[in-house]
């Protein structure tokens, strides 16, 4: 036995504190379900956190790993991380890799960017199975569908069409698809087509608005232009509240909006609140307690204003019920637990942000009152952090290797709304536990 050598270091944040010893299925959730593929992160890069995406895909079961893709894709509307999970199934093979595939390839697009993820270290033989699914994924898409996304690139769909030999279902499908093939496809009515073919800016967005052609994502993204281009504001406030397509919308973007069209924040607020009050309120007194510390400030991409405080935010804007909120730092500080915009102000404004105290914050706000303590956070903390008092959920919004609310915490990766129906879920559980104990 050799004596001359170092010892395995203990886990640890990347600030220093104790974490925890995670198996992969738990490694891979943190590393997934808030990561916006390869954008880098304050801690580790984007590359790093796809390798080790990459490589924990192959320390799980393939059930695992099926069901973590459709999960990233169906509740926390991630594109690309779900795309890397399908990559790592198709190099464990089996009969899982074709329903996944066409389960979580809900976007046209979505075929040529698994292809071109698939591709990234050198073209390969497609197996029977990912012919089998992505054959299965073009079979969902109509003509307006494929058109929309029948872009020019490394991967285009007539190469996904070719390469799985996908088989139509009747003579109109058929006709389709080999308009597809020869890429003679009408170009679909979208506002990218009419204003780079010289439309006029106002008359098209209010004609899309009007004919509800407009998506809900294109919406939000277009409210500065359509806001110069004097668009009718009935027209827009109507979209904004009608939601329709707002079920594949993160909670951040709506910040993203109000901050690019200040006008419509108003009907933006009203529509973020509806995202979630829609279920039913949390019971007693929650806690809600926000990281605020200088690496919360890294943006969510490099295309984006947003930060990762942005989303912790307006996550914490949401909660519904009586709710006390809290921002930690390098000091604890109560914030007016106000909703939606106004609530999101309040908490990045609440204090400078610095360091990652969050074992002190833990202690201090766990002497209040109440029922459960939510914990929105990086998980980066200088201090080592404590049990929770009673109900404890700590919801990481970051993909960092290691991370400390496991144990008697509720870990809960993500930042959409999705980690609030996991908390309702979690409750509803033990809540019925308890009833079906007391009935016996």
């Known amino acids: 036995m050799r004596l001359n050598i170092f010892a395995k270091r203990p886990a640890t944040t990347h ?26 992160e304050f801690y580790e890069d984007g590359q790093s956190i796809a390798d080790r995406i990459a490589a924990l895909s192959m320390e799980v079961a393939p059930q695992v790993l099926a069901d973590l893709a459709v999960e990233a894709r169906e509740r926390f509307n991630l594109r690309h991380a779900p795309l890397m999970l399908l990559v790592g199934l198709v190099r464990h093979g089996g009969p899982l890799v074709a329903p996944a595939i066409e389960r979580v390839i809900q976007r046209a697009d979505d075929m040529t960017e698994f292809l ?27 003509a307006y569908q ?32 080999k308009q597809v093939a020869e890429r003679t496809l009408k170009a679909p009515d979208t506002w990218e087509v009419a204003l780079s073919g010289g439309a006029d800016k106002r008359e098209t967005f209010e004609r899309l608005l009007a004919e509800r052609k407009l998506g809900y994502l294109a919406l939000l993204r277009n409210l500065r232009n359509m806001d110069q281009a004097g668009v009718g504001e009935a027209l827009v406030t109507e979209a904004i509240l009608a939601r329709r397509g707002a079920h594949r919308v993160l909670p951040f973007r709506y910040v993203a909006a109000a901050r690019a069209a200040p006008r419509f924040e ?64 390098e000091k604890v500080v109560e914030v007016a637990a106000r909703r939606g915009m106004a609530g999101i102000d309040a908490i990045v404004r609440s204090q400078p942000h610095s360091g990652t105290y969050l074992g002190k914050a833990v202690q201090q706000v766990s002497r209040l009152p109440h029922d459960r303590l939510i914990v929105i956070t990086d998980e980066q903390s200088h201090d080592q952090v404590p049990a929770p008092e009673g109900n404890g959920y700590l919801i990481n919004v970051a993909s960092a290797r290691n991370g400390v609310g496991y144990g008697d915490w509720v870990h809960i990766d993500g930042f959409s709304e999705a980690v609030l129906t996991y908390i309702r879920e979690a409750e509803g559980l033990v809540s019925e536990g308890l009833a079906a104990e007391g009935a016996a």
């Open 146 to 177: 494929l058109a929309k996304y029948d872009r020019d690139g490394p991967v285009k769909l007539r190469d996904v069409l070719f390469l799985t030999h996908a088989k139509p279902r009747d003579e109109a499908q058929a006709a389709l698809w």
């Open 15 to 40: 600030e220093g504190a104790p974490a925890a010893v995670l198996t992969a299925e738990q490694a891979l959730r943190r590393s997934v379900l808030s990561c916006l593929l390869w954008e880098n």
């Open 266 to 329: 108003r009907w933006l607020d009203e529509a973020l609140l509806e995202t979630v009050l829609q279920g039913p309120v949390f019971p007693g007194r929650t806690i809600v307690l926000v990281d605020v510390s200088g690496s919360m400030d890294w943006k969510l991409s490099t295309k984006s204003d947003l930060t990762r405080m942005d989303a912790a935010a307006t996550l914490a804007s949401v909660i519904p019920g009586d709710v006390r909120v809290f921002t930690f730092s």
């Open 116 to 142: 071109a993820i698939y591709w990234r270290s050198g073209k390969r033989p497609l197996s029977k199975q990912m012919k089998l699914g992505l054959g299965r994924a073009f079979a969902k898409f109509d």
